[in-house]
């Protein structure tokens, strides 16, 4: 099946769907002060590039760069459970990836939570590596950043 990447430049039926569904899923798991994902009125800003990923003319995930200084942080990505297992997920983060590689920014990070057991296994699987808290993580308070795992990776090198 097809897969069309689409930035996006407002919050969109789509966007409130696909955010809705990833909102729910990490408040089953998490508490508010554990969870560190942007809002949509956050989500478009200048710094930040936001797509969607269509699979046969259907919503079936996002995902969005922060871009800051020498870093890239991967923000709000998710792929509705239907489409799991179908390249979406591996799709958008190329793209993100692509996103950063033309902005000359040589590092991505993330930040995910310990019971996004699939997420965790993907991002090591596309190469990212366990790192410290990065900013603005890194001066959170500890009780905030329990159950966060943070990611890198240098997207310079040819993987």
């Given at each position: 099946m097809p897969i069309e990447i689409q930035k996006v430049e407002s919050p969109t039926d789509d966007v409130r769907a696909l955010i809705g569904e990833l909102d729910a899923e990490l408040n089953a798991a998490y508490s508010p002060e554990q969870r560190h994902g942007l809002d949509i009125s956050r989500?478009?800003?200048?710094?930040?590039?936001?797509?969607i990923a269509y699979l046969d003319?259907?919503?079936?995930?996002?995902?969005?760069?922060?871009?800051?200084?020498?870093?890239?942080?991967v923000k709000r990505m998710y792929v509705r459970p239907d489409s799991r297992g179908q390249n979406v997920g591996q799709?958008?983060?190329?793209?993100?990836?692509?996103?950063?590689?033309?902005?000359?920014?040589?590092?991505m990070v993330l930040e995910t939570g310990d019971a996004q057991k699939a997420a965790l296994i993907f991002y090591q699987r596309a190469g990212y590596s366990p790192c410290a808290p990065f900013e603005p993580y890194a001066a959170m308070p500890a009780a905030q950043i329990q159950r966060s795992r943070f990611f890198e990776?240098?997207?310079t090198a040819n993987r």
């Open positions: 989500i478009f800003q200048p710094h930040i590039a936001f797509f003319g259907h919503p079936a995930g996002c995902g969005g760069v922060a871009f800051q200084d020498t870093l890239a942080e799709t958008i983060l190329a793209r993100l990836e692509s996103e950063a590689k033309a902005r000359g920014i040589p590092r990776k240098d997207i």
